[in-house]
């Protein structure tokens, strides 16, 4: 029997189908509410609306678990990498052998950028943060690639897909190079994805770069960790820019935008900056009374989530990556690594933070791991952005095969002024 909910307005009743996913909470299926009955449903912040159906990932806030297209990531980020992570996103199953040879073969062959895009680079001021130019360069992609821009062709949807796959590592090295001021180094295609892009960052044309293998791996899973997270700000940003039927580098582009916030895809950087202000286990408590005090703004970062109320998956397989890292630099005793792991555990027992459910997420580790492999904290956004386009992608595809797509319109909750007349300014006081 099909499930349904009903809503009493002014006494009359009204019914609305309860829709059952694979897994999860039931949802009601509001979209007849206005025309049946007059009325918008309003809830800031989405906090209780499902804005679409999606296939792609699955999260258990409450048990503290996430899924890609049904795989266990923490699963994945041991055993996958990120490549075959960004087929499974896409494609929605793990890829054959020789599925595997065709699209890692495509992705190298896509790595390079139009050489005219280091023109476009050259217009920026030395010194701009790197996100700064990755937003600008990663739109201005349709006009150097206009042959993939139609979004109804499935051919051009795949090649331009695969093109920012490929494309965008390049273009966050570049970002950061022309930042530090050091020439761009070219892929080298030789390498995996992830060791490729540490040679593209940390790379000199004066030497050989030689890859650290405890280092790309490790990066690797960052990559896998960051690569989807279902409708979080960016992904829905991007939805929302895409159901206008922009180009798919303009509509991509606009998650970057929305990642850069320190809310975001910038709460590592922040959490890294807290654990180092903080800087010795015996300022702790000191911080988590500012955090708990309402009358101050701070926040402990890299703690909380809007969905998970359970520790997250992701800060898991993050705290152990730190610590692999550090062991390699031969750095077990990290002062702020030490911090982090002292405030964890006090955070963990305190009444506060229990209450409120709030545990580390991904980005309480992952600043303090980056930092330690070299990359500046304004690369962390980037790295962030750089995984999180195989998500984005495959979200902007699944909306454009979805027969229900429409374009995203919200409705609002008028609070502004009744209709009124205008006096001409010759007339006023
Ligand atoms: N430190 C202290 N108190 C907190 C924190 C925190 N990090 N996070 C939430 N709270 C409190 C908050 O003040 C509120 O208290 P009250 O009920 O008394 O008003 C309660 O917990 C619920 O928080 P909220 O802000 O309503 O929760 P939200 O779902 O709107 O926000 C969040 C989620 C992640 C934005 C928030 O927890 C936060 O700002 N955390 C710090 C920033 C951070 O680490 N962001 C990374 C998120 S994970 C990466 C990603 O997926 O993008």
Redesign the pocket.
């Known amino acids: 029997m099909t499930k349904k909910s009903t809503i009493e307005i002014n006494g009359k009743k009204f019914d609305f189908p309860i829709l059952e996913g694979t897994t999860g909470p039931d949802v009601i299926d509001i979209s007849k509410l206005y025309a049946s009955t007059g009325n918008f449903t309003i809830d800031p912040?989405f906090?209780s609306t499902a804005s679409c159906q999606s296939s792609i990932t699955y999260i258990d806030g409450d048990k503290g678990e996430c899924y890609y297209r049904g795989y266990p990531m923490d699963e994945l980020a041991e055993k996958s990498s990120y490549l075959e992570i960004a087929y499974l996103l896409w494609n929605g199953s793990l890829p054959t052998k020789a599925e595997w040879t065709e699209y890692a073969d495509a992705i190298k062959n896509h790595t390079m950028v139009h050489e005219q895009m280091k023109n476009f680079f050259n217009g920026f001021r030395r010194g701009s943060h790197p996100m700064a130019i990755l937003t600008s360069v990663v739109a201005a992609l349709s006009a150097f690639y206009p042959d993939s821009i139609d979004v109804n062709d499935l051919e051009q949807r795949q090649i331009s897909a695969r093109r920012m796959i490929a494309k965008v590592p390049t273009l966050a090295a570049m970002a950061y190079k022309y930042s530090i001021g050091q020439p761009f180094i070219y892929p080298d295609n030789s390498l995996d994805y992830s060791e490729n892009f540490m040679q593209m960052t940390f790379g000199v044309p004066a030497e050989k770069y030689k890859v650290n293998k405890v280092f790309s791996k490790a990066l690797d899973k960052i990559f896998i960790l960051h690569a989807d997270?279902e409708q979080?700000?960016s992904t829905s940003t991007v939805r929302l820019a895409a159901s206008s039927g922009v180009n798919p580098f303009a509509s991509i582009s606009t998650g970057f935008t929305s990642?850069w916030g320190?809310?975001?895809?910038g709460?590592?950087e922040?959490?890294l900056n807290m654990l180092k202000e903080i800087g010795d286990v015996k300022k702790i408590p000191e911080y988590i009374k500012k955090?708990?005090d309402?009358s101050d703004p701070?926040?402990?970062?890299?703690?909380?989530?809007?969905v998970y109320k359970n520790y997250?998956p992701r800060a898991k397989v993050m705290q152990k990556t730190c610590h692999e890292v550090l062991e390699d630099l031969g750095r077990k005793d990290d002062k702020i690594m030490q911090v982090a792991l002292e405030l964890e555990k006090i955070a963990l027992q305190d009444e506060?933070?229990i209450e409120?459910k709030?545990y580390p997420?991904?980005?309480?580790y992952s600043g303090i791991t980056l930092n330690a492999m070299g990359f500046p904290s304004t690369m962390f956004t980037p790295l962030f952005a750089v995984a999180r386009t195989a998500g984005w992608i495959a979200h902007w595809k699944e909306m454009y095969l979805d027969p229900q797509n429409k374009i995203g319109r919200p409705r609002q909750l008028y609070i502004g002024e009744k209709p009124r007349k205008f006096i001409e300014l010759k007339n006023r006081n």
């Open positions: 912040g906090t997270h979080n700000a990642l320190p809310l975001h895809g709460a590592n922040a959490a955090a708990k309402k701070f926040k402990l970062m890299g703690f909380g989530h809007r997250d506060y933070f409120k709030l997420n991904i980005d309480f």
